[in-house]
């Protein structure tokens, strides 16, 4: 590589090879000094072509991915992204991300669907929405999950409990915290999480509402706040519970120890107990005091939309579920006619 002078150009030409061949590029300028600036400039440039380009494994994107997506969504959302990464990581190995293809998507959709349907629909949707920022941040060109059909779930009905079934389980329930913690799930259809965290000012009786808030403790799954209006049961109960002792305004409404917050775990497992000691239906669970407030709300000809929003959904196609149950209203708006 040298600076010459041609007859051809008042310019300094640069000589280098390519493949073996001599090539000129002008260095746009007739000072000899400024033409050597410009081949040492050149020759780094040249220099870092032939650097190898940096290997980006799988494992690398999914600390960057976690890392960018940790302020924005929940704790348990981050979970689900972990583990859907580690079982991509347990099929494939921690390769390099360019060199994940349709092949090795498939093979790892058709294995965990063999598995765990549910689990496979978690880990695809999880994943394709990860390498779709991988494209946004280029290092890969095409998201291989996209290529993928996935199989058809099996669609299955949400379990829920009716309003007799609930006072079964009330009557079974030795605890008032216990007692009044799943009134109010049932009527409001409050997530638990959302249930332990309340605090007094959530509640708002002169408007007759809870607004669902999002602090430095506490973020709802969506990170979104919402309003729940109180039916005369739910008001009821946090009444009681308001006149019953001294409380401050950021202090949780449900408790067995004053200012002390319940697990989650602890309530979800006595609940269970409750369950089984009423001799009600294997397959429910807290949450299915959610899908009951749902179902009923339906069954009563409530629109998808506004138990959307009560629900705090953020796609109207995961409400969905609850559709079929207005199915009886269809038949009488038939029967009309």
């Not at 007739?30 to 190898?52: R, V």
């Not at 996209?146 to 309003?163: A, D, G, M, N, Q």
């Not at 049932?186 to 809870?210: A, S």
């Amino acid at each position: 590589m040298f600076i010459s002078k041609s007859k051809k150009s008042p310019f300094y030409q640069l000589t280098y090879e390519v493949d073996g061949k001599r090539t000129t590029v002008s260095t746009k300028t007739q000072n000899k000094q400024e033409a050597y600036k410009f081949l040492e400039s050149f020759q780094k440039e040249q220099e870092k072509l032939k650097e190898p380009k940096k290997i980006y494994l799988l494992s690398n994107f999914r600390d960057e991915y976690i890392d960018f997506v940790r302020p924005i969504k929940s704790e348990k959302y981050l979970i689900s992204i972990a583990l859907s990464f580690k079982q991509l990581l347990n099929s494939c190995g921690d390769i390099p991300l360019n060199e994940i293809d349709n092949r090795i998507i498939d093979k790892f959709v058709t294995t965990t669907y063999s598995r765990t349907q549910r689990g496979a629909h978690l880990y695809y949707r999880t994943l394709k929405s990860a390498f779709n920022k991988a494209i946004q941040w280029n290092y890969i060109s095409i998201n291989p999950f996209t290529k993928i059909k996935f199989p058809k779930l099996s669609k299955s009905f949400p379990v829920f409990i009716s309003e007799d079934e609930l006072l079964i389980i009330l009557a079974n329930t030795t605890y008032q915290h216990l007692q009044d913690i799943i009134t109010v799930g049932f009527y409001t259809g409050l997530r638990l999480g959302e249930l332990v965290n309340m605090k007094w000012n959530w509640i708002n009786f002169f408007q007759n509402q809870i607004t669902v808030s999002c602090s430095d403790e506490f973020q709802t799954k969506n990170k979104k706040e919402r309003i729940v209006p109180l039916n005369a049961k739910v008001r009821s109960v946090l009444t009681r519970r308001f006149n019953s002792s001294f409380h401050k305004p950021d202090e949780v409404v449900f408790f067995r120890i004053q200012g002390k917050i319940l697990y989650q775990e602890a309530i979800s497992k006595q609940f269970k107990k409750i369950v089984r000691k009423s001799n009600l239906n294997e397959k429910i669970h807290f949450h299915t005091l959610r899908h009951s407030f749902a179902s009923l709300l339906a069954q009563k000809g409530i629109s998808l939309y506004i138990i959307k929003e009560l629900l705090g959904h953020e796609d109207l196609a995961t409400t969905q579920i609850y559709s079929h149950l207005q199915k009886q209203n269809l038949i009488d708006a038939i029967k009309i006619l």
